[in-house]
C-alpha cells in the first residue's frame, strides 16, 4: 500500500495522539528562517495540494506554505506568559528535524561545550539501529542518512562523558 504525503502526515498525527503528546502549537519552520506557530485549537484542517501545506482555521482564513520552502514541521507545547507566548521544546540543547524525516535528519547541538559526541538511534522497543560518532569541533549541526531505517517512531540519544541528551522522531 502507498501512501501520500497528506495520508502519512495524518497518520503522524494520529501516531502524536496515540503516544499521549499533547502537543498545543503547530510549528511550520522554514528555509528563510521564519517560524510561525499555530495554536491547534484554531487549526479546522490541514491539507497538502499543489505542493503546498494549506492550515485551514476555524476563522475561514488559510496559511499557505510552499512545501520546498519549508525547513521543518514540528508539534510543541506553548506558555502564554505576561502576552508572550514560549514555546516549551523537548530538549532546548538538542534539535531533530525535519521531524518526521524521509532520509536525512538534522541533528543541531545547542549550548553544547564538549568536542566529541556519540549518536545512536534506537527503535521505540531499544533496538540498536545506528550509532555513529561526531566532532563537535567545527560546527553544532549534522547531517545523518537513515535512508535505511523502515517506517517508524525512534530515540535518538546523543552522549558525551556524563552528558546525555534524548529526542524522539518519527521515520517516514
Known amino acids: 500500500m502507498k501512501l501520500n504525503l497528506a495520508s502519512t502526515f495524518s497518520l503522524f498525527v494520529l501516531s502524536l495522539s496515540i503516544q499521549g503528546l499533547q502537543a498545543q502549537s503547530l510549528n511550520v519552520k522554514e528555509k528563510n528562517g521564519t517560524l ?3 495554536s491547534l485549537p484554531s487549526i479546522s484542517k490541514l491539507t497538502f495540494d499543489q505542493g ?3 492550515i485551514g482555521k476555524n476563522s475561514g482564513a488559510n496559511e499557505k506554505y510552499n512545501l520546498n520552502s519549508i525547513q521543518y514541521i514540528n508539534f510543541a507545547d506553548i506558555q502564554k506568559t505576561s ?3 514560549s514555546i516549551k521544546s523537548e530538549n532546548p540543547r538538542l534539535s531533530l528535524y525535519p521531524n518526521p524525516v524521509i532520509d ?14 556519540t549518536i545512536e538511534i534506537y ?3 531499544g533496538k540498536l539501529k545506528l550509532s555513529k560518532s561526531l566532532n563537535n569541533s567545527q560546527t ?13 517512531t525512534y530515540i535518538c ?6 552528558l546525555s541528551l534524548t529526542s ?3 521515520k517516514l
Open 83 to 85: 502576552g508572550y507566548l
Open 36 to 38: 510561525t506557530s499555530t
Open 52 to 54: 503546498q501545506l494549506i
Open 168 to 170: 524522539k522522531f518519527q
Open 140 to 152: 553544532s549541526e549534522f547531517k545523518v542518512n537513515l535512508s535505511s531505517l523502515p517506517l517508524g
Open 104 to 117: 536525512e535528519l538534522t541533528v543541531q547541538l545547542n549550548s553544547i561545550q564538549s568536542e566529541t559526541f
Open 157 to 162: 540519544i546523543l552522549s558525551s562523558g556524563t
Open 123 to 125: 527503535t521505540i522497543d
